[in-house]
């Protein structure tokens, strides 16, 4: 008696835990009272409609956790609901039934997306069965999804976190780039503001070439700090009021080298040090420190080979005025070709003549 008292409580339990609600599709009477039937003595809820038609409308407003649907009825058939449901309920998973067995029946509403086929006349082992089989694939199929969907929150939570660390990190490599360029220019007051003017045309200059924005930050960096080797080169010379001698300019041809010393082994996403360590050198190889030619040099280090020439002559100098911008780019097309890259020469003209960008 005990046991019995036991099984009852358990089989209420097991119903009340169910509850799935399923929508059954015949447009026999009799068939739909029989599916009810078995279905809700074992805890299932049931809603019934008689063809595709009515089940469509009841859709729209409710949902429901199966559907199970005759494959042969009056106007719509079942063929045409399943296609309805994966169009529209894609997450609501449905069982094909049919009077007709025949292997290509099966497996038609199948590869449609049907999660199984019953024929009648069917027991109900085998109906309680299938549909406990398709729930459980529809209760896998959610879990997926849903996992797939945290999964996707989480990536785009990390690659945000990245980007704002990657934005932090570019901030304070930034703050590195300035705190250099600061430092070569309290040695050197006369030329204060030279390294920031030299990026702002290199800039300019690469925007108007296409480079890549990453391309373009890295450049900026370097035109920042392209003459942080000056920090070794002796005050005296830095601030000379006259024309260096042989011996003083050749100890200021060293601050490339210098230069490419201190940030080669900074490991940034492009080669500044090399950017840096080139941008004395010439299209003719008659440039220093390691006299390349043509190809042999960054064209970035050839932008601001440019830069730095197109600066220096229209800015003020301890042991001479400005010599004015026109002056400049004169100087950069009568050695276009040869000492420098004719499409850099080209473009550099192009943004002054254009007043495209000054020289603040």
Known sequence: ??????????????????????????????????????????????????????????????????????????????IQLLEEIK????????????GISTKKTAETVIS??????????????????????ALRRRALDLQSQFEVQNLESIIHDQTQDLFKANERLNNILDGIVKAMSLAVESRDPYTAGHQQRVADIAVAVAIRMNFSLERIQYLRMAGMIHDIGKISVPAEILCKPTRLSDAEFNIMKEHPLTGYKILKEIEFP???????????????????????SGDEILMEAKILAVADVVEAMASHRPYRPSLGIDAALDEITRHR??????????????????????LG
């Open 270 to 292: 492009y080669p500044l040090a090399k950017i840096v360590y080139q941008h004395h050198e010439r299209e003719d190889g008659s440039g220093y420190p390691q006299r390349l």
């Open 112 to 133: 449609m997306g049907a999660y199984d086929f019953l024929l009648k006349p069917f027991q109900k082992k085998q109906v309680l069965i299938s549909v406990a089989n």
């Open 87 to 98: 169009a529209n309920h894609p997450i609501i998973p449905t069982l094909m039934i049919s």
């Open 1 to 78: 008696m005990q046991t019995m008292i036991l099984q009852q409580q358990d089989n209420a339990v097991r119903k009340a835990i169910k509850r799935e609600k399923i929508l059954i599709v015949d447009d026999d009477e009799s068939i739909r009272n029989l599916l009810r039937q078995i279905l809700e003595r074992d805890g299932y809820t049931c809603e019934l409609a008689g063809d595709a038609e009515e089940a469509i409308e009841f859709l729209k407003m409710q949902t429901v956790d199966l559907v199970i649907s005759d494959m042969a009825m009056p106007g719509k058939s079942g």
């Open 337 to 358: 070709g040869r000492l420098f890259e004719p499409s850099v020469v080209d473009t550099c003209c192009y943004l002054f003549k254009n007043n495209l960008i000054k």
